[in-house]
T-cell receptor, first 112, second 110 residues
């Protein structure tokens, strides 16, 4: 039974570019949440998707957007990249809300 | 919104000793409290969780306690082993959003 898978594992971009990160949830899970984890910090909630809709959003600008597909997989898009966007981006899946969230190993995004 | 504080930031123990990590939260509406272990280069792994209608939960060498009145919860690891060395995060949730602490780097010295 595959857990949460994320791609790519590493990515290098320059300021002003756009990036798309991908996530496949754990089998049987229908809810996907995205987090940003800066070095030495805990994960910060970006948003959550359920039934292909953004259900809740954290304190992140509109440059961060997402999508959920009918098979429950999800994408995180970040436009106009800033140096401060360098971080580990984590995807977590769960069965509905306020249920245990299971994380992937993340995408390490570096902005030059 | 919710604010979760975690202490200590670093913790070193001798193999076989116990380790305790403490967290406090601010929003009394929070009702779900998971703990995660994160190893280098990996995503957080759920190790134990507790809901607000329970005061204590144990799973082998790991236990979590919750004091709703004081708004704090703790992770207890007994008989620590070198493979317990990692960063541990607490979190609090009352709906769709999880709020994480800043992490505790645990080192178990053989």
């Amino acid at each position: 039974d595959a857990g949460v898978t994320q791609s790519p594992t590493h990515l290098i971009k320059t300021r002003g570019q756009q990036v798309t990160l991908r996530c496949s949830p754990k089998s049987g899970h229908d809810t996907v949440s995205w987090y940003q984890q800066a070095l030495g910090q805990g994960p910060q909630f970006i948003f959550q998707y359920y039934e292909e809709e953004e259900r809740q959003r954290g304190n992140f600008p509109d440059r961060f957007s997402g999508h959920q597909f009918p098979n429950y997989s999800s994408e995180l898009n970040v436009n106009a990249l800033l140096l401060g966007d360098s971080a580990l981006y984590l995807c977590a899946s769960s069965l509905s809300s306020n249920q245990p969230q299971h994380f992937g190993d993340g995408t390490r995004l570096s902005i030059l | 919104g919710e604010n979760v504080e975690q202490h200590p930031s670093t913790l070193s123990v001798q193999e076989g000793d116990s380790a305790v990590i403490k967290c406090t939260y601010s929003d009394s509406a929070s009702n779900y409290f998971p703990w995660y272990k994160q190893e280098l280069g990996k995503g957080p792994q759920l190790i134990i969780d507790i809901r607000s209608n329970v005061g204590e939960k144990k799973d082998q060498r790991i236990a979590v306690t919750l004091n709703k009145t004081a708004k704090h919860f703790s992770l207890h690891i007994t008989e620590t082993q070198p493979e317990d060395s990692a960063v541990y995060f607490c979190a609090a949730s009352y709906g769709n959003q999880f709020y994480f602490g800043t992490g505790t780097s645990l080192t178990v010295i053989p």
